[in-house]
């Protein structure tokens, strides 16, 4: 199984709703990842957690909460969530070396396409 | 400045057209990546290259590290071929802004 997987494909929240994305994969990859995408740009790295723990967060807002309860699955919990965040949200997951080096090949999601109304 | 740029923006080629997309990086990586977006947002990763060249069927990825750039081909084109090509450097994932190609009949 050479996939990651995203549900749900869209999602329509309200500013004062809580939601939660979810992105899985099978293939023994030990890093995952959240990217945010806009509309023709390109994808904005959030958070990477490297053996379920969270090594990169690039100063996210708190509204943004990410999650990973075990080796092949990754959340992301919304809560409170302006206009502004409607976007693309990708997950990537890729192999780590075993000096912890997340140094490898990222595979992609097909993404959760958010509108926040 | 972007530390990844890309060029060109957008490129419209007809179908059995010779395509090159360039890429230059002013930061250190260990690695560069080449990834295709069609409409609709799913990504794939079409290379991982950190010296020399890789070919996949009609594509082709070269990169020169001294020059920090990094150039992806695409022999005999098709219209299937039509998405954004984006370049990303590997120490933090930063990426290029796109490249949009429109491949005509």
């Known amino acids: 199984d050479t996939e990651v997987t995203q549900t749900p494909k869209h999602l329509v929240m309200g500013m004062t709703n809580k939601k939660s994305l979810k992105c899985e994969q099978h293939m023994g990859h030990r890093a995952m990842y959240w990217y945010k995408q806009k509309a023709k740009k390109p994808p904005e790295l959030m958070f990477v957690y490297s053996y379920e723990k969270l090594s990169i967060n690039e100063s996210v807002p708190s509204r943004f909460s990410p999650e990973c309860p075990n080796s092949s699955l990754l959340n992301l919990h919304l809560h409170a969530l302006q206009p502004e965040d409607s976007a693309l949200y990708l997950c990537a997951s890729s192999q780590v070396w075993s000096d912890g080096r997340a140094d490898n090949e990222q595979f992609f999601g097909p993404g959760t396409r958010l509108t926040v109304l | 400045k972007n530390e990844v740029e890309q060029s060109p923006q957008n490129l419209t080629a007809q179908e059995g057209e010779f395509i090159t997309i360039n890429c230059s990086y002013s930061v250190g990586i260990s690695a560069l990546h080449w990834l295709q977006q069609h409409p609709g947002g799913g990504i794939v990763s079409l290379f991982m290259l950190s010296s020399g060249k890789k070919k996949h069927g009609r594509l082709i990825a070269t990169i020169n590290i001294q020059e920090k750039h990094s150039s992806l081909h695409i022999t005999a084109s098709h219209p299937r071929d039509s998405a954004v090509y984006i370049c990303?450097?590997?120490?933090?994932?930063?990426f290029g802004a796109g490249t949009r190609l429109t491949v005509k009949p």
């Open positions: 990303a450097v590997h120490n933090d994932m930063r």
